[in-house]
Every structure is written in structure tokens, then in C-alpha cells.
T-cell receptor
């Protein structure tokens, strides 16, 4: 069965430095993968999605993610963190028409 | 489109009472999902519908939980009787089709059972 694992529950970076949020998936075939962001007391917003068209996917707010089949990874990156990026980030996979989420990574931005 | 609309945004109820959460999906979306979010368990899929038909309710925690979708523009999640451990944020989401498509989320209903 397809699932995703987010390797870090919390990540702290300084403003202006790169962001890396890790996600690994398990799947017997090429999955559809997503990254969502949730700001406090808000719903989930889609950042980007991978659907086998291109391995490097660009999303909103300067985020991007690279699908690496050899590593079964779909890590989320951003070159330079902004204070407004502080939120919880969820990696997700589409499994049998259901969207299944990882446990989430809370991103803290240090001034 | 206004997006997925959930009501109420906040609900406080006493243990033992019936609670009904409501959701209006995005027009034209064939799939509707109900999720529950807690600190301990994260985001759990409770049930989902395709074209108003429940497809998978294996995530519904107990018989106290039930969900309906009487038409393409409305769904309810009911808890009867409610218990303090049901306190959570409940999200409704909709999706235009199955594979390769993302889900669009409502703002959630924060339920507190005292």
C-alpha cells in the first residue's frame, strides 16, 4: 500500500537560509505526490504536486520538490526562508483515489 | 467558486450531545473527503464519497460516527453521542476526480466536547 513518511516533526531555519523538508514514499508504482501547507487555524493549501510529468516540480511561494525514484523521496525545498513560511507542511500521496497524509513537519523560522 | 465551505467553524458541546458538521464541496467535484486532525494522530481520513456514494468508511472510528451525502452539493458528519475524545478539527475536502488530482480543503470545524 502506498504511504508517505515525513522524517522530521520539527525543522528550524534562520530567515534567509535554505529550507529542506523531507518526505519518503512507499509505492509499488509511480505515485501522485503532493505537498500541502497549513498555517495556524487554517485549512490545508496545496503547494505543489507531482504526477509523473516532470521530476522537478515548482510550486507556490518559491517552493519546489524533486521526485527521486531511486531514493523514493519527494523532498520540499526553498532557497531562502521567509518569516511567513512558518507553518506545518504535509506530504501526501494519492492512493486508490484517497489522499493519505504524512504526520507533518512544523517549520520554525528564526529571525 | 467560493471553495469548500464548512459550518460551523467552531462547535462546543457537552458530552452525550449530538453534533452535526456540514460541508459544501466545490461544484463539479466528484469526490468528497472527511478528515479529522488531532495532535496525537495527525490527519486521519474518516470516509470518502464518489458521486455521493460512500466508498470507504474504514477510517470512521466508531458507530457513533456517521456521514451522509444526500446530493452533490452537501454532506454531513454526525457524532452521536459525542465524547471528549472526539475533540478535534474536522476537515472536509473535495476533488474533481480520482487519481493524480489533489484535494481542496475547507477551513475546518473545531469541535470541543466538554
Amino acid at each position: 500500500a502506498q504511504s508517505v513518511t515525513q522524517l522530521d516533526s520539527h525543522v528550524s531555519v534562520s530567515e534567509g537560509t535554505p529550507v529542506l523538508l523531507r518526505c519518503n514514499y512507499s509505492s509499488s508504482y509511480s505515485p501522485s505526490l503532493f505537498w500541502y501547507v497549513q498555517h495556524p487555524n487554517k485549512g490545508l493549501q496545496l503547494l505543489l504536486k507531482y504526477t509523473s510529468a516532470a521530476t522537478l516540480v515548482k510550486g507556490i511561494n518559491g517552493f519546489e520538490a524533486e521526485f527521486k525514484k531511486s531514493e523514493t523521496s519527494f523532498h520540499l525545498t526553498k532557497p531562502s526562508a521567509h518569516m511567513s513560511d512558518a507553518a506545518e507542511y504535509f506530504c501526501a500521496v494519492n492512493r486508490d483515489d484517497k489522499i493519505i497524509f504524512g504526520k507533518g513537519t512544523r517549520l520554525h523560522i528564526l529571525p | 467558486d467560493a471553495g469548500v465551505i464548512q459550518s460551523p467553524r467552531h462547535e462546543v458541546t457537552e458530552m452525550g450531545q449530538e453534533v452535526t458538521l456540514r460541508c459544501k464541496p466545490i461544484s463539479g467535484h466528484d469526490y468528497l473527503f472527511w478528515y479529522r486532525q488531532t495532535m496525537m494522530r495527525g490527519l486521519e481520513l474518516l470516509i470518502y464519497f464518489n458521486n455521493n456514494v460512500p466508498i470507504d468508511d474504514s477510517g470512521m472510528p466508531e458507530d457513533r460516527f456517521s456521514a451522509k451525502m444526500p446530493n452533490a452539493s452537501f454532506s454531513t458528519l454526525k457524532i452521536q453521542p459525542s465524547e471528549p475524545r472526539d475533540s478535534a478539527v474536522y476537515f472536509c475536502a473535495s476533488s474533481p476526480s480520482g487519481m493524480n488530482t489533489e484535494a481542496f480543503f475547507g477551513q475546518g470545524t473545531r469541535l470541543t466536547v466538554v
